[in-house]
């Protein structure tokens, strides 16, 4: 599967944006989809998931009643509405596909998964 992220951009602190995770080839029923962040300097982490087949979520307390994910079957993509954005959440957003509950995803082992190149996002204080 091919995935394309979109949607990322520049935006003052307490801001919204909307990240898009179009996937090219079938995701199925057993997959989770998930959102990971990587911040200069620092290594990625784990942001939300989502399971394709029931939409069941899992967050990292970090955005926690900010973010929500989401998915649309008919057009094989995933969202992250992020709002109340703050700089420290300024960092290149990754989507990803791997097998597995939303909450799994959380520790999953990264090359096991398919990863999409990223979109930038860059919160201003």
């Known amino acids: 599967v091919q995935l394309l992220a979109s949607g990322g951009g520049l935006v003052q602190a307490g801001g919204s944006l909307r990240l898009s995770c179009a996937a090219s080839?079938?995701?199925?029923?057993?997959?989770?989809m998930g959102w990971f962040r990587q911040a200069p300097g620092k290594e990625r982490e784990f942001v939300a998931a989502i399971s394709w087949s029931d939409s069941r979520t899992y967050y990292a307390d970090s955005v926690k009643g900010r973010f929500a994910i989401s998915r649309d079957k008919s057009r094989n993509t995933v969202f992250l509405q992020m709002n109340s954005l703050k700089p420290a959440d300024t960092a290149v957003y990754y989507c990803?596909?791997?097998?597995?509950?939303?909450?799994?995803?959380?520790?999953?082992?990264?090359?096991?998964?398919?990863w999409g190149q990223g979109t930038l996002v860059t919160v201003s204080s």
């Open positions: 990803a596909r791997n097998f597995g509950s939303p909450r799994a995803m959380a520790t999953m082992t990264p090359a096991f998964a398919s």
């Open positions: 080839g079938r995701i199925f029923s057993s997959n989770s």
